[in-house]
């Protein structure tokens, strides 16, 4: 059912312009690294700082992205994204391990990488163990 047809004859008085997210943005470099330094952020959810900076969280993952393969800097005092190594003596009693292994402690479990590992591999095992917890 129609409830209104518009004559096209009469002149309009009033024109709408919208303005606000609908329209495209530009984003500079600075801006872009700012945000996604946002979400790596210690407790930080992507989908939050996205829902903040109105833009959507697909958006935002390219972003992220775009940061993990050197494309996208982010500022100097974005947090860093790796977690530091920490070297100690072995406790009494923990596994000895062969020289130039190391020990990666992930989610509670510790994964013992000998030298000559296969890194897809290690890369799977890593994946599992935290997707397990």
Not at 12 to 41: C, L, N, P, Q, Y
Not at 50 to 71: M, N, Y
């Amino acid at each position: 059912m129609v409830d209104h047809i518009v004559d096209s004859s009469q002149r309009r008085v009033r024109v709408d312009i919208r303005t606000g997210v609908g329209r495209r943005r530009r984003w500079s470099a600075e801006e872009k690294g700012r945000i996604v330094a946002e979400s790596f952020a210690p407790g930080a959810v992507a989908s939050e700082v996205a829902r903040r900076h109105e833009i959507t969280s697909q958006h935002l993952f390219a972003w992220r992205k775009a940061a993990r393969q050197g494309r996208l800097v982010l500022p100097e005092d974005a947090m860093p994204l790796f977690v530091p190594v920490v070297t100690a003596p072995p406790e009494a009693g923990a596994k000895s391990s062969a020289a130039g292994s190391i020990a990666i402690e992930i989610a509670g479990m510790v994964v013992l990488a000998q030298p000559g590992v296969d890194l897809v591999f290690l890369r799977d095992v890593l994946r599992a163990v935290k997707a397990a917890t």
